[in-house]
């Protein structure tokens, strides 16, 4: 288990700041099904793992300056995909070739019309949900 560090107040919110999801005029919170996925599935690993919420912080800051670095196009949500992938991968919960197949599976999967529409109601964590 990681070590516990304490920050200071502006320390955190230099974090916040720049891990902020960028917000235009209008913009919606997630504009297709698999960004509301990427933020449930974030949320989810966090409350069953236990870490704190700066180690995703920290990795999502680290995601989009590395695409900044790469002149890669702005997706926020890939940002996010990307730092809960690191952080699975230091913590042993990734398996990057199981991740691949599953992966391969998903995309040779026709799209439907269960799955595939945009969901306009807000998101909500179940905090009562016992994830054990």
Partial sequence: M?????LADEQVTEIHAASARPVRDGDEA??????LRS????????ESAGFPWTDFQTELIGAIDTA????????????????????LRQRGGLDTAELD?????????PRDDTHQHPH????????SHDHR
Avoid: N
Avoid at 2 to 6: G, N, S
Avoid at 39 to 46: G, I, P, Q
């Fill in 68 to 87: 900044s670095d790469d002149d890669r196009p702005e997706h926020y949500y890939a940002r996010w995909v990307e730092a809960m992938e690191a952080l």
């Fill in 30 to 35: 997630f504009r297709i099904p698999w960004e």
């Fill in 101 to 109: 197949r599953r992966t391969q599976a998903i995309l040779a999967t």
């Fill in 2 to 6: 990681a070590d516990c560090v304490t």
């Fill in 120 to 127: 306009d109601g807000p998101a909500a964590v179940d905090h």
């Fill in 39 to 46: 933020f449930a599935l974030s949320v989810a690993y966090h």
